[in-house]
């Protein structure tokens, strides 16, 4: 199972170089974005590029109390007219040192509601439903499933300059996301969070014709969890006919077994649900527990962020797994499908891992061994691509689900900070090619000023410009259009960078990579052994492969 993706916050150590901001007083309301939706009148405003902008909006009901590990309940209709100046609470999770700027909370704290099936709705100047007939791109945002808010993703940008309208919604995190507990078992799975995106997709099919939005060319894309999520639906029958194309963003094709979900490990419902309470877990047991002992039962230290996700409930999910689906021409919801990665995958993580680097001040991070710390870093993400790519679009194509293109994001001109170069430290890391989608710059906190400053600034918005428009243009037709070929046999991915992106062919395998590392010659056999366990510590199900290939005992 994947270790490595316990948290986004490596970048979260430099949250000391800015403070948090101060809450800004919500716009005010504009005549222009009065809609009527099934739930009653609502109202919205003006982004500064003069989007319309919705946020906060309820697809489902709260879910405390008896709708606790239940499917989303409808939303209630509103008994005034709703203003959705603001941005709703977050779905409740543990804050870590990337959302403590963001909520101004102290890292370890339990924060948000089980009232969070809300979303953001942003689209053009003009747009409504006398002109329904702009594609929809619905984002489902990362976190390792554990983490993550609406709010951090500004649509508005992306709305106005690509003539879409974009959908960000929050659903269940964590241990109320994936629950695998029988006292709880009604039919409805253990994939709380697919259910909720489930009917977020459904409102979308009912509402989004009154924000302008065609319901019947709908794109799902999320990066990372969210990446992986949106894998999920692509195998998930209760998904099948919501949308009709998939972005898959750094994400993987894999999910948990049932058995080991429901108590194969230190964190599997079972053994959970018996330190969150002090006596027998009934189902209204469960439903009741506070909040706070819910999500204590998983505080475990690095094993917090380790509980099983993305399920293979039999309900959801086939029984069998996502992998399972992808060449299954019956489960499989065949759509075009766009997956990608970036370069320096593995980056984001390696940067604050002491036997990489070192901190000073607590927030100067230095390169102990910079070849060394290259290498492990190609590796890992090497392999991310892989299974991001390469495996699953093999056997996707052989069932003949096409057409599929792939990315590799390589832009990597990020500036520095006193003896800290980040563009070594992190280049193309993951999550970088966010902002870029989003042409939203205003992503990684105090970092934001040394990444993306004045000197890249045109090169930056050349770049962002090509992507939106070609996510855009996938989402519009499903094809992103010229200059960038469908996958095949042979294999071909884009290349996205500043000042000039480009194609890279051929394809990439795990044997072709331990061959590689075994024989690398830039390393000696103490630095392969180093990598080889990086990777066994990452997916221990190729403990073996890499063992026989490398000869090192990790």
Sequence with gaps: MIRHLR????????????????????????????????????????????????LGLPYAASTAGVNRWRAPQPAARFTERFEALTHSEPCP?????????????????????????????????????DNADRPVMVWIHGGSNTWGFASQYDGSKLAQEQDVVVVVIQYRLGPLGFFAHPQIDEGEGANFALLDHVAALQWVAEEIGQFG???????????????????????????????????????????TPLNEAQEGTENSAIPAAERMLSGEATAYALRNAPLQAVFDAYNLGDARAELPRVIADGVTLPREGLASTLDDTETFNAVPIISGVNRDEMKLFNALNPELTRQRFGVLISIRDPHLYERRAYYQSRLWRILAIDQPFARMRAAGHEPLWAYRFDWDDGGGFLT???????????????????????????LDRFLFHRENADSRAELAAEMGAYWTEFARTGDPGAGWPAWTEDGVLKRFDAPTSGLLEGTDSVERLLEDLASDPTLDSADTCHIAEALVNWRDELEARIRARTGCEV
């Excluded at 939005?213 to 990446?227: L, M």
């Excluded at 999920?232 to 963003?249: D, I, K, T």
């Design 93 to 129: 999770q543990i804050i870590n040192r990337l959302s403590t700027r963001t909520t101004g909370r102290d890292e370890g704290d339990l924060y948000g509601s089980e009232d969070c099936l809300k979303l953001d709705v942003y689209a053009p100047n003009g747009a409504g439903p």
């Design 7 to 54: 948290t986004l916050v490596a970048i979260g150590v430099l949250s000391g170089l800015g403070a948090c901001s101060s809450v800004p007083e919500p716009p005010e309301p504009l005549a222009a974005t009065e809609r009527t939706i099934s739930q009653g009148e609502i109202v919205g405003f003006a982004a500064d590029n003069a989007a319309q902008v919705w």
């Design 420 to 446: 800290m170069d980040l563009s070594e430290l992190f280049g193309a890391a993951h999550a970088m090619e966010i902002p870029f989608v989003f042409n939203h710059f205003d992503f990684f906190g105090p």
């Design 213 to 255: 939005g065609d319901p019947d060319n709908v794109t799902i894309f999320g990066e990372s969890a969210g990446g992986q999520n949106v894998a999920a639906l692509l195998a998930s029958p209760l998904a099948s006919g919501l949308y009709h194309r998939a972005v898959v963003q750094s994400g993987f094709f894999d999910s």
